[in-house]
């Protein structure tokens, strides 16, 4: 059974402050590893990541993938009210064409 | 651009009514998904399917029925409600090649069983 590990749970942050996401899994077939936001609705698309080492960078968040340890970081810098989200780890197992969600980390950013 | 749309966007069931989601796409994509999202769980996968007149269970497919007859439309229905399926729904999709890039969601339902 794929599984998929977030921490923390919720994360109560100042602007300005910087933040990491913890994002550990099991899955087989692995193929890449996705990172979303979700505010009120839908989750949004933030990165997608397949090799190890590879950094990605948006703006103020970047994102580490450990094919080996099966973990992934996401790094918010200088955060902001907007950054308030929740944020799901999402590994993608291509054997069954289908992503596993973790339960995600709520973030609250504070003014 | 429409993306994915689901309909309806709220609904109230009682026990034991039965009830369908519609989820339409119009980016032609092969690949569509219903997922559940209640507190604590994160998103769940009801059923997927890889193309038209397929379909497949997912990790919690029990009290669930979905149809893909048109490439564009995935159904999902409720034969009788129950308030265990009290949740939000969400519908997604993505090409073969693009679904390791991640799926295009449609904006959710809310359904209360009461």
């Known amino acids: 059974e794929d599984k998929v590990v977030q921490s923390p749970l919720s994360l109560v942050v100042h602007e300005g402050d910087t933040v990491t996401l913890n994002c550990s899994y099991e899955v087989t077939n692995f193929r890449s590893l996705l990172w979303y936001k979700q505010e009120k609705k839908a989750p949004t698309f933030l990165f997608m990541l397949?090799?190890?080492?590879i950094e990605k960078k948006s703006g103020r968040l970047s994102s580490i993938l450990d094919k080996k340890e099966l973990f992934s970081i996401l790094n918010i810098t200088a955060t902001q009210t907007g950054d308030s989200a929740i944020y799901l780890c999402?590994?993608?197992?291509?054997?069954?064409?289908?992503?596993?969600f973790g339960i995600g980390t709520k973030l609250q950013v504070i003014p | 651009n429409a993306g994915v749309t689901q309909t309806p966007k709220f609904r109230v069931l009682k026990t034991g009514q039965s009830m369908t989601l519609l989820c339409a796409q119009d980016m032609n994509h092969e690949y569509m998904y219903w997922y559940r999202q209640d507190p604590g769980m994160g998103l769940r996968l009801i059923h997927y399917s890889v193309g038209e007149g397929t379909t497949a269970k997912g990790e919690v497919p029990d009290g669930y029925n979905v149809s893909r007859l048109k490439k564009q439309n995935f159904l999902l229905g409720l034969e009788s409600a129950a308030p265990s399926q009290t949740s939000v729904y969400f519908c997604?999709?993505?090409?073969?090649?693009?679904?390791?890039?991640?799926?295009?969601f449609g904006s959710g339902t809310r359904l209360t069983v009461v």
């Open positions: 397949t090799s190890s080492g």
């Open positions: 997604a999709s993505s090409s073969p090649e693009g679904a390791s890039y991640g799926y295009t």
């Open positions: 999402a590994p993608y197992s291509g054997g069954y064409q289908k992503v596993t």
